[in-house]
């Protein structure tokens, strides 16, 4: 998912520096049948963006699990929620 949040920020000219999109992602099985499966993946973005682009970055977090090939393979079997911290960076002009 992260790499379909980027590509969507890119396509809209919103490039992020090498370490200002970062994701902590947690898996949790849980035993179904005597099985460990996996139910549950939460993600929690950490995102530096510059100033002036908050409302294509909101956007583009809105959308990207609905576009993503891995959620997609995912739905159904594993709920997948993500939650975003995002600090703006003033410009330097």
Not at 16 to 23: E, T
Not at 24 to 51: A, C, H, K, S
Not at 70 to 81: S, Y
Request: hydrophobic residues 45%.
């Amino acid at each position: 998912m992260l790499g379909t949040l980027n590509g969507a920020l890119e396509a809209r000219e919103v490039r992020l520096d090498p370490g200002a999109m970062m994701a902590t992602v947690t898996g949790f099985n849980e035993i179904v049948d005597r099985l460990p499966v996996l139910t549950r993946i939460e993600i929690e973005y950490r995102l530096r963006i510059p100033d002036g682009t908050r409302d294509v970055v909101d956007w583009a977090l809105e959308l990207h699990q609905s576009k993503c090939p891995t959620a997609a393979t995912l739905r159904g079997a594993v709920d997948v929620t993500w939650t975003a911290e995002i600090e703006e960076e003033a410009s330097l002009a």
